[in-house]
């Protein structure tokens, strides 16, 4: 491959045209970027916003950008309308220049400088690398003080790419057509008619819809929904795994009428779609597992005033419209579109309540904290939708504590049940803390990063615990740490403080607090997914 | 009025394919083992390779380990069991 101060090799590249363009970096005094990509590499379709983002940053004729396509003609073109590129796009389609740049994998960045030589090199998707090529180009202008790729912006820092195709064994230079789950547009959803002696509601209940009633989708209802935000219905949102079903706006649109959503509820709901089906929550996993995981939804800033979700008394039931509505939403698309039908593709032992829906708010209100969004980096006067692939509830009553650390200690008792007792350093948990511990905590000194501080520190599974060999935890003993509690030798349960999440929830009167599990966590399980509404 | 409704469930077509022939004898193959990475998997494997090769007579055991049992096998896990030639692969879970 080449690398920094080696001399980039002229070229001539027909466009998606067919017309022959010549690319002689080091001339004109102009900067040269070169993406090499493949149109089916999901860390290529990570990268082009940001691409597109600064071709419309650099100054004309001080920079080119220029990608080169490692995939056939059609392909190629179809990517370009999918990901509305910005910038002019070539086809190497016998990897003709591919070899001569001999990038390891997709997307390869070439930064070519004025000299014709190579100044630096990006392999696949790193928001720090980008960045810094960013800063290059943009050095001297206008848009010099911009950040390309934001921390917070709901992608990850940094993702692998693919192998170039000149170094696979067996490509043949396209792109496998058998499922396309990039498409941005989608089928337009069949019409069901109904006979007048048909009840909608019986109809929809034995057509599987939910077990529980639905409000039938009606030609009416769904428009009425499609009313409410400004995209085409056959716009695809995303594939939904485990059968990677096409949620187009439509078919989210209906989930919104069946799970009886104000149309209002449609923006969150295609912003939550988008969050479910982020490859780090895992959702074909968490559909998947025989365990009790499903998806937890929590809101946070301004949304939650806007379109009343409660985020107080009975925060984890049947409370508000806005809170059952949206997290049903999610379940009906996960159920219709992602397939994961319960006793076919879900397969949970003993499932779990939340799977009718699990939707909560920080009560922002009554905690005297940064809201959960706000510890993520969001602005508070943003409004985001959480994650979270989690166990049901676990109750902490506490009534007879005078001090904040007795408090903790209860929660800490609770915590080391998650997932099982003695199985630790794998799991995560959200701590839901009352306003009424709130208060005790608050008057003691503490406050978001102490209490988890505290709980990192004093949550451990006494040693004796393990006299029986036989069981849970045995197999996992190497990765343990030993820490002492209180005089008491214990396993520390979390590995690290940050598995340790808090919000404020619930009624001002009653000191419970909760502790909700989570399935199997980091990147081999699922990770939390915060995305901004907007 | 009729009632009319917008279908909600997914309508994209998946496409079939068709299961790859049965094996219809074991004596002289290659079989691959997928250990889904999960604990006492290789437990679990070491006992059938072991019983593959004294009762049926299979001639090679590949073993190939997915990275996390949480999600699909990556492609390169799978090719390696496919360029390894194998005659048939069992995917075996464990706990």
Known sequence: MLESGHAAPQFVLPDLDGREIEIHPGSGGCLYLLVFFETDCPTCRLTFPYLNSLAGLVEAGSCRIIGVSQDSLSSTREFVDQMQVRFPVLHDGEWKVTRAYDPLAVPTIFLIGEDGNVAKTQIAFDKNDLNEIAGLLLKGTPNQSVTLAGEFDGNPASKPGCTSRHLETTADGDSPAALNLYARTGARSSKIELGDDVDPIEYCLDAGFDPLPVVPPTIERVERMLGAVSLPPDQVIAHVPPNYGEATVEKIAAAAVMAGCKPEMMKPLITLTRAVCDERFNIHGVQATTHFAAPLVIVNGPIRKELGFASGSNVLSNVARANSTLGRALQLLLLNIGGARPGEMDMSTLGNPGKFSYCIAENEEESPWEPFHVEQGFRPDQSTVTLFAAEPPRGVSEHNARKGRTILRAICQNLTTIFGYRLCMGFEAFVVICPEHVRTLQRDGFDKDSIRRFLFDNTGIPLRAFDDDDGEGVQYLKAYEKITIDGEPCYRKFAHPSQIRIIVAGGTAGKFSAVIGSWATGPRGSQVVTYPIE | ?95
């Open chain 2, 1 to 95: 009025m009729p009632t009319v409704l917008i279908n909600p469930l997914n309508e994209a077509i998946n496409l079939k394919v068709a299961p790859a022939a049965r094996l219809s004898h074991l004596a002289g193959t290659k079989i691959g083992l997928l250990d889904i990475s999960k604990p006492g998997g290789s437990v679990f494997l070491d006992r059938i390779e072991h019983l593959l090769k004294e009762r049926f007579g299979v001639k090679d055991v590949i073993r190939v380990t997915k990275p996390t049992f949480t999600k699909p096998a990556p492609t390169d896990v799978i090719d390696l069991l496919s360029k390894a030639g194998c005659h048939g692969v069992i995917e075996a879970l464990a706990d």
